[in-house]
């Protein structure tokens, strides 16, 4: 059996009196990317947030826990989990340009945190700093060193973004919407950066997104989240061919790359907010399955015979029925 690197278990999230993360379990294995997947508002973010315990106040983890490589992270003194940020697992955030320091040549934080957490000398780092700038695509590397942030473009900063990331060798990038922030033109330059990196360095990765296309490209398994709660977990090929939730069936017809027409999202409605969740399934109420009173209870995460599981009471049924939803 193969442990696992990173194992969330049961974590739920509050905000205040308000739960936005209930209940989510998931594990990424050594050199494997897991995309966690869902509409805007649904806990991917907090989810991120809350395995470095960076939650902003007044979030906490409200219950169950996170371990790295069998380590409880919850209870990890803030020294040790310091060189684990930014060492072992590294971030990539959607905006790079509030999370590059404005007044610092962007060679600064690569040298410092190499020197912090990997032991290098000044000019090691120095060398390695420039090395994976090149790698990441980066033209007069050690000219650029010296760059400050406003002068580069977005999709040079997020490629610095990524330098700043994978210098270290970190054995799991967490990567939230890593390419949103930029161009569509630049997107897929990005990604394919990224896809090549993780590969080369037997990085695992996190990987946040809302789009499915990037998903079928780069990950091994998916989680598809919903109003705080994994709703379907399974490998990327399950998932894409045989999607048992009727949120994860929704989703993949409105994937541009995955269908030549793609059409837009059928799903009516969007995802209830935190604090107004409806009781039973969380997708009621916009799911065209809905049935009283069967799904008035909260169906449980369960597999559906071979199937991955699905949160879902008719989990395999389809629910769209693409000639309707188009017509
Ligand atoms: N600082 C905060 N204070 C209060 N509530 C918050 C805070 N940050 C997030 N939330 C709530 O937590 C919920 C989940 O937010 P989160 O940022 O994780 O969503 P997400 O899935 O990452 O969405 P997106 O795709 O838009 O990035 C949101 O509904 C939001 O209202
Ligand atoms: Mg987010």
């Not at 999607?243 to 009516?268: C, E, K, N, V, W």
Request: charged residues 15%; glycine residues 10%.
């Amino acid at each position: 059996m193969v442990s696992s690197l990173l194992q969330v278990q049961n974590l739920s999230v509050r905000f205040g009196t308000v739960t936005v993360v209930d209940g989510i379990d998931l594990s990424i294995n050594p050199g494997e990317t897991l995309a966690l997947v869902g509409e805007s508002g649904c806990g991917k973010s907090v989810t991120a947030l809350s395995i470095l315990r960076l939650l902003p106040a007044p979030g906490i983890i409200s219950g169950g826990g996170v371990a790295w490589t069998g380590q409880d992270l919850l209870k990890l003194p803030l020294r040790a989990l310091n060189d684990l940020r930014g060492g072992d697992i590294a971030t990539i955030w959607q905006d790079p340009l509030a999370a590059l320091n404005p007044v610092l040549p962007i060679g600064t934080p690569i040298i410092e945190a190499l020197v912090r957490h990997r032991n290098l000398s000044s000019a090691e780092a120095r060398t390695v700093a420039i090395e994976t700038l090149q790698r990441v695509g980066i033209a007069q590397a050690e000219k650029r060193l010296k760059d400050y942030p406003h002068q580069l473009s977005g999709g040079q900063r997020q490629r610095v973004m990524i330098a700043a990331a994978i210098a270290g060798k970190p054995k799991l990038l967490i990567a939230d919407e890593p390419t949103t922030a930029l161009d569509v033109s630049v997107q897929a330059q990005i990604l394919e950066l990224l896809r090549g990196l993780i590969r080369d360095t037997g990085t695992a990765m996190l990987l946040i997104t809302h789009d499915l296309g990037v998903v079928a490209q780069i990950a091994n398994r998916v989680a598809v989240m919903y109003a705080g709660q994994i709703v379907e977990q399974g490998t990327t090929a399950q998932i894409f061919e045989h999607p048992q939730h009727p949120y994860t069936q929704g989703l993949l017809l409105a994937t541009p790359r995955l269908h030549g027409d793609s059409m837009p999202l059928p799903i009516p409605g969007v995802v209830p907010p935190p604090g107004r969740w409806p009781t039973g399934c969380r997708f009621k109420t916009r799911c065209p399955l809905y049935t009283q009173p069967t799904c008035d209870d909260m169906p449980p995460l369960m597999p559906a015979g071979e199937a991955q599981p699905a949160r879902c009471w008719f989990a395999g049924t389809p629910a769209w029925d693409k000639a309707k939803v188009e017509a």
